[in-house]
């Protein structure tokens, strides 16, 4: 799996944020506090959800600082077989709304859109 761009509406203190990503190595570098790990948990989170029995715990740790309203992020990656997905969550809901679509036609994959649980890391 190749990570393309990751756009964070609101992720912590990340807020209306765009991440691209290259063929090959990517570094997050920063001063403390900038926002790298709150990526990196964001990328899981989107690949991976919030299966935790205490979810809601882990959730509201990441809750944006700014407008804890806008709490959601989107991440396009490509696959080893060449398809290119777009999975987006909406993390400000209790289910945490999940859906993934298969660029550039942007056709549903319903295997990975639902709730939280919704795994589209571990498909693949």
């Known amino acids: 799996m190749?990570?393309?761009?990751?756009?964070?509406e609101g992720y912590g203190r990340l807020v209306?944020?765009?991440?691209?990503?290259g063929e090959g190595l990517?570094?997050?570098?920063?001063?403390?506090?900038?926002?790298?790990?709150?990526?990196?948990d964001c990328i899981v989170r989107l690949l991976f959800g919030y299966p935790e029995h205490q979810y809601s715990a882990a959730l509201d740790k990441r809750r944006p600082w700014k407008n804890?309203?806008?709490?959601?992020?989107?991440l396009v990656y490509r696959l080893d077989d060449g398809r290119v997905l777009e999975t987006h969550r909406d993390f400000s809901t209790s289910e945490v709304k999940t859906t993934t679509f298969e660029r550039p036609v942007m056709r549903p994959v319903r295997e990975l859109t639902g709730t939280r649980k919704v795994s589209p890391g571990t498909h693949f």
């Open 2 to 8: 190749i990570l393309i761009e990751a756009n964070v």
């Open 68 to 74: 804890p309203s806008t709490f959601a992020a989107t």
């Open 26 to 40: 990517t570094v997050l570098h920063g001063p403390n506090e900038s926002g790298k790990t709150t990526l990196a």
């Open 16 to 21: 209306n944020e765009r991440f691209a990503f």
